[in-house]
């Protein structure tokens, strides 16, 4: 079964400072993996995400990610974050239904940026 | 503007009563879903339908109905709400086609449910 782990709940940081957000995952099979982001009071919008190639994945907002097989990783870095980046962060992998593409989230991570 | 739409924003409603969230994507996607994020933030998949048929049934409990009367809308019916219920519940979309698994979902805003 394909899951994923978030372990950090949350993150604070300091404005300008650089961040990483963690994400594992386990599955059995070729994997599909994103990152998605919740503003406050907003629905999920896609960061980035990683098919195949290139393990360096580059987002949107000076965001990217590094696929890393043999660790089954998928974090989430940002080399200087703005105060506009404090939101929750989720990491999924995509589970193929047949007919249909399904999302299996992590708990999310809240990237809290301070002044 | 060309996005995914969703009916009311915000619901209170009381115990035992029956509810409905509207949900609308002009992205001319295929398939569309239904995801419960609960009170710790942690995002559920419950339904998804491909072109109006049913694809995906997450153990959701028979009070909660899906309703796509077309591929361009995925309606959500509660019956008989229970405490439990109370979510945010968000309505997605992706294009259809061999490549499903690879694509992006495009979420709605989310309407708040509240039972009291």
């Known amino acids: 079964a394909q899951s994923v782990t978030q372990l950090d709940s949350q993150v604070p940081v300091f404005e300008e400072a650089p961040v990483e957000l963690r994400c594992n995952y386990s599955?059995?099979?070729?994997?599909?993996l994103f990152w998605y982001v919740q503003y406050p009071n907003q629905g999920l919008q896609l960061l980035l995400k990683?098919?195949?190639?290139?393990?360096l994945v580059k987002g949107i907002n000076g965001f990217e990610a590094e696929f890393n097989k043999s660790q089954t990783s998928f974090h989430l870095r940002k080399p200087s974050v703005h105060i506009s980046d404090t939101a929750e962060y989720f990491c999924?992998?995509?589970?193929?239904?047949?007919?249909?593409?399904?999302?299996?989230f992590g708990t999310g991570t809240l990237l809290a940026v301070q002044p | 503007d060309t996005a995914v739409s969703q009916t009311p924003k915000y619901l209170v409603t009381q115990m035992g009563n029956d509810k409905s969230i509207k949900c609308e994507q002009n992205?001319?996607?295929?398939?569309m879903y239904w995801y419960k994020q609960d009170s710790k933030k942690f995002l559920k998949i419950m339904f998804s339908y491909n072109n109006k048929e049913l694809i995906i049934n997450e153990t959701v409990p028979n009070r909660f109905s899906p309703k796509s009367p077309d591929k361009a809308h995925l309606n959500l019916h509660i019956n008989s709400l229970e405490l439990g219920d109370s979510a945010v519940y968000f309505c997605?979309?992706?294009?259809?086609?061999?490549?499903?698994?690879?694509?992006?979902?495009?979420f709605g805003p989310g309407t708040r449910l509240t039972v009291l």
């Open positions: 599955s059995s099979v070729s994997v599909y």
């Open positions: 990683y098919l195949s190639g290139s393990t």
């Open positions: 992205l001319g996607h295929d398939t």
């Open positions: 999924a992998v995509s589970k193929w239904g047949g007919a249909t593409n399904k999302l299996i």
């Open positions: 997605a979309s992706s294009p259809p086609g061999s490549t499903a698994p690879l694509n992006e979902q495009f």
